[in-house]
Nanobody, 128 residues
Framework: QLQLVESGGGLVQPGGSLKLSCVFS????????VAWFRQAPGKEREGVSC????????IDADFVKGRFTISRDIEKNTMYLEMNNLQPEDTAVYYC?????????????????????WGRGTQVTVSS
C-alpha cells in the first residue's frame, strides 16, 4: 500500500526557515516523480516544486524565487522541502505527492492532476 507521510511543519517567524520531510512507504522513491503542493485557507491548491523521476529536472513555482529547495534521499525513501526566508503568505498546508511517470515535472507548470498519490499534509504557519 502506497503511503506518504509529511512532517516538519510548524510555527515560524517571518524570515525564518523550516525543512519539511515526506517519507514514502510501499514503493521505491526513485521510480516516481515527486512534488510539493500547498493550500492556504480559501485558496486553491498550488504547486510549489516538482522533481522528475530521474531527479534531473526540477520545476519551481515563481513565488519560490530561490527560497525553497526540493530534494530527495533515495536510500531513506524520503523527499524534502527546505524553505528559507518564509513570509506570512507562505502559510498553508503543505502536501507531498508522487506519480510513477517519466513525463511528469516537465514544462512550465506543476499540476495536481498529474499526481495520484498524496500525503495528508503538514501545517506551516508564518507569523510574528
Amino acid at each position: 500500500q502506497l503511503q506518504l507521510v509529511e512532517s516538519g511543519g510548524g510555527l515560524v517567524q517571518p524570515g525564518g526557515s523550516l525543512k519539511l520531510s515526506c517519507v514514502f512507504s510501499g514503493f521505491t522513491l526513485n521510480y516516481y516523480a515527486v512534488a510539493w503542493f500547498r493550500q492556504a485557507p480559501g485558496k486553491e491548491r498550488e504547486g510549489v516544486s516538482c522533481m522528475s523521476k530521474s531527479g534531473e529536472n526540477i520545476i519551481d513555482a515563481d513565488f519560490v524565487k530561490g527560497r525553497f529547495t526540493i530534494s530527495r534521499d533515495i536510500e531513506k525513501n524520503t523527499m524534502y522541502l527546505e524553505m528559507n526566508n518564509l513570509q506570512p503568505e507562505d502559510t498553508a498546508v503543505y502536501y507531498c505527492a508522487a506519480e510513477p511517470s517519466s513525463y511528469v515535472c516537465f514544462g512550465m507548470s506543476i499540476r495536481s492532476r498529474d499526481f495520484r498519490s498524496w500525503g495528508r499534509g503538514t501545517q506551516v504557519t508564518v507569523s510574528s
